[in-house]
């Protein structure tokens, strides 16, 4: 049986036992089942939930980290006198092969102060990327696949 199913029927026997049905006891109930389900890991035989789960929280936070250095960034370009900018468009080779894995990555990238997803190749192979400083494209790419591309397949593979 799948262990977020487990999880949420955890959750919702906490939340029939105590009455409540309130958000927070909702989250508590989930947060409680997460801690049974820890504590039983070895007796269920797996603990990919618990990692996945620890890696989608390791991603959302890179992804915190990078918008904010990114604005930053962004900020200090803007805010310079003489703005020696090179926009571009390069494509960046995507190890990630999945619609969902390739639309989080496109997204995210857009999210990101400073670039822009812009298409997919049709073989999906490439996904063009506007930046708005291009002076180095390697350097640009090596952040993605080190980054973002990375901690995606990291939390879902």
Known sequence: MNLLLI????????????????????????LLGLVA???????????????????IISLALLFLK??????????????????NLKPGIFAFPLTVDRDFEIALLANMITLTPGTLSVDVSPD??????????????????????????RKILEAFR
């Open 124 to 149: 999906r192979k490439f996904l063009y990327v506007h930046a708005v400083n291009c002076s180095d494209i390697e350097a640009g790419k090596e952040d993605i696949a080190n980054g973002f591309e």
């Open 7 to 30: 999880n949420l029927l955890l959750m919702l026997a906490w939340v029939f036992v105590t009455s409540s049905f309130s958000e927070v006891n909702l989250l508590f109930g989930f």
């Open 66 to 83: 990078e918008l904010v250095l990114s604005a930053v960034r962004v900020a200090v370009l803007v805010l310079r006198p003489n703005m």
């Open 37 to 55: 389900i820890f504590l039983i890991r070895e007796q269920v035989g797996t603990i990919s939930y618990l990692v996945r789960i620890r890696r």
